[in-house]
């Protein structure tokens, strides 16, 4: 069985931990936080843990994880060194899905093998986190052979691991932020206008939420071209407009940014005269998602 070190237990930390301690394959070790009490609820929370005070504290472990925010691994990474705590040939990886693991350079430079190991799952709530996390994404980025021995931790609490390389890692989590954040921002956007418009909030959050789960859907089995509808790819300006009109100025900018992005998304399907018009009325200004026209 392999042991597992975690400095930075809060809720991935935590829930990676449990996950990987319920598959009876790795244990964990020791977990360490800024503050003992956090340390010793995370014990609690993936059991039969010892919570520590320092990093000297650490007993040896095969992996030590580092889940503390982006701003802080590399500052983690060199006390880690200095503190010689971390064994030559064992893993030490982040969870940063913006960061390489070029942050644990410090590590590499005693002989450590390092990674980082990202999972595209929101852990909000440690204990559902931990029922559902079955069949995530995880990004894989550092030396092959800690990522070899990262992908057989994935294999083991459920996940599914694929292979990024380490300059890809912003545009990675930029990704994802556009596609989880922004999504929350366009249902905000969408009920707040639905709400001006006189609708009952209970009823704007059905209709807007049926209506987006479907289109996501077809988005994603059809490919967003195919799956793009409205008054944008029939090049309704008319309608367009009278949209424009109702918005609030937050609310209008916001639109006539998706809009522009949207003429370019409908590609062939609009003639050279109706995308001028549409730009025209979205105000100027080119916003790309890929290069279609």
Not at 35 to 61: K, M, N, S, W, Y
Not at 150 to 155: D, G, H, M, P
Request: aromatic content about 4%; glycine content about 10%.
């Amino acid at each position: 069985m392999l042991s597992l070190n975690i400095v930075g237990a809060g809720r991935l930390g935590k829930v990676l931990g449990r996950l990987a301690q319920d598959s009876g394959r790795y244990r964990v070790a020791a977990v360490l936080c800024r503050e003992r009490a956090h340390a010793l609820e995370a014990a609690a929370f993936i059991g039969a843990v010892q919570a520590v005070d320092t990093l000297t504290d650490l007993p040896p472990a095969d992996l030590t994880l580092v889940a503390v925010p982006d701003g802080a691994i590399a500052a983690v990474a060199q006390a880690l060194a200095e503190a010689k705590v971390v064994r030559p040939g064992t893993v030490v990886f982040h969870a940063s899905g913006a960061c390489s693991s070029a942050l644990l350079t410090p590590l590499a430079q005693q002989g450590a093998q390092v990674a980082s190991l990202h999972p595209a799952f929101s852990f909000a709530e440690p204990e559902r986190a931990r029922q559902t996390f079955a069949g995530s994404l995880c990004a894989l980025e550092g030396e092959a052979l800690a990522c070899e021995r990262l992908a057989q931790l994935v294999a083991a609490i459920g996940g599914e691991a694929f292979y990024l390389p380490g300059e890809g890692k912003a545009g990675y989590h930029a990704a994802l932020s556009i596609a989880s954040n922004y999504l929350v921002t366009l249902v905000a956007l969408a009920e707040g206008v639905a709400i001006q418009a006189g609708i009952e909030p209970a009823v704007a959050r059905c209709l807007l939420g049926a209506l987006m789960r479907q289109s996501l859907d077809n988005a994603l089995a059809l490919g967003p071209e195919a799956a793009l509808t409205g008054p944008i790819v029939r090049g309704d300006v008319a309608t367009v407009a009278s949209h424009l009109a109702v918005l609030e100025p937050e609310q209008g900018d916001l639109y006539r940014a998706l809009g522009q992005a949207t003429v370019t998304l409908a590609g062939a399907r609009l003639d050279a005269v109706q995308k001028q018009a549409l730009r025209e009325e979205l105000g100027s200004g080119e916003w790309g998602v890929g290069s279609r026209e």
